[in-house]
């Protein structure tokens, strides 16, 4: 099935007569746009539209999906509004979720008698979820150009250098590489700085004997890779270095769990058990891991919250932590791809702890 066909069937289980999409990022999966400005209505009678204003004339034409007839207009909500069947009730669903509360105002305003807006958020975002081959593809291309930019960084040596000036060039090195872009701002974080899992790079060299934190990827084509490792500057504390292989065994099993069939929450709780057990339970503060696609975060969620079921066509990161508050901190992270019968990693490199210089 094309996308706005998958759109249609969930149309036609919610007894909704068309989707009003307004998230750009929703827009771009479902026709292929990539501008800054758009809506699209997708018609359970086939007649679907897209709509954008002046600026993205020509580059509208080039990128829209021929399943979408064009709309050029100065006022997106107003056009995709009066662009409704004139008569009948019509059930419309709009993204409750995303769409801002003036915006949803302005649409009442503008819907005739006999329309009703309902709540469908999250509608496109759970068919975006699973992914197809040409999105894998580029996914994998993604990881791949990642990890052979760090590999680059790695061979020019990281201690001694700030971990900003690591950042910077390791974000350098994966648009040299053909990355359109970081796909988040690198963390590249030692010692106790890197027990913050969300931690800045520093304008601190980074020293020798001590846990380097980086967590990185690259945007290829549209799409998102997602990766961590830490690695070892030199001989460690023992210490360091058995937390190190408690999360690299939490991260494994976590990853053998991965198959269609078990919840987000089911999968996270394998890893937090390992890491609870060790007694680190409460320094593990964050979900196992996220859906990445167009979006380095997106659905579906492997955490405690987690109860979407893993299916098929799925790419999900498995990335547990221990952050030892004043110590360090430690993550491992694979974005991985859920198979018809099980996984497949998409992150190349090694996860034995390895020591660079
Ligand atoms: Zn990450
Ligand atoms: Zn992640």
Not at 7 to 14: N, T
Not at 109 to 115: A, K, L, P, S
Not at 217 to 243: M, V
Not at 313 to 336: A, F, S
Request: net charge negative; with cysteine; charged share 25%.
């Amino acid at each position: 099935m094309s996308r706005p066909e998958l759109v249609v069937a969930q149309l036609r289980e919610r007894e909704l007569d068309a989707l009003l999409v307004t998230d750009l990022v929703n827009v771009r999966w479902l026709t292929g746009f990539t501008g800054s400005s758009a809506a699209v209505v997708v018609a359970a009678d086939g007649k679907h539209r897209f709509i954008t204003d002046f600026r993205y004339l020509t580059q509208s034409a080039e990128e829209v999906d021929a399943a979408f007839a064009r709309e050029i207009t100065q006022n997106l909500l107003e056009q995709a509004a009066k662009g409704l069947p004139s008569d009948g009730a019509l059930r419309l669903g709009f993204d409750d979720h995303k769409l801002p509360v003036r915006d949803h105002g302005r649409l009442e305003g503008f819907v005739r008698d006999g329309v009703g807006l309902v709540a469908a958020g999250g509608l496109v975002e759970d068919l975006r979820a699973r992914k197809d081959a040409g999105e894998l593809d580029k996914i994998r291309r993604a990881a791949k150009l990642a990890d052979d930019a760090l590999e680059d960084v790695l061979a020019r040596g990281v201690v001694g250098r700030t971990e900003r000036e690591v950042a910077l060039d390791l974000e350098f090195t994966m648009r040299k590489l053909g990355a359109e872009g970081a796909s988040f701002e690198p963390i590249v974080a030692a010692g106790a700085h890197g027990a913050l899992p969300h931690a800045k790079p520093r304008d601190v060299p980074i020293p020798p004997g001590t846990l380097l934190v980086v967590d990185w990827g690259a945007t290829l084509e549209g799409y998102a890779s997602d990766c961590t490792r830490t690695f070892a500057t030199g001989e460690l504390d023992p210490r360091d270095a058995e937390i190190y292989e408690l999360v690299l065994t939490a991260q494994e099993a976590a990853l053998q769990a991965v198959e269609p069939g078990p919840t987000g929450k089911e999968v996270d709780a394998v890893a937090r058990q390992i890491i609870d057990a060790a007694g680190h339970g409460e320094h593990f503060g964050h979900g196992l891991g996220h859906g990445v696609g167009l979006e380095v975060h997106e659905g579906p969620r492997l955490s405690k919250q987690g109860e979407t079921a893993l299916t098929s066509g799925m790419v999900v990161t498995v990335e547990p932590g221990v952050y030892v508050p004043g110590g360090v901190g430690v993550r491992i992270e694979d974005l991985v791809y859920v198979s018809e019968d099980g996984h497949e990693v998409l992150s190349t490199l090694p996860k034995a702890l390895r020591t660079v210089g």
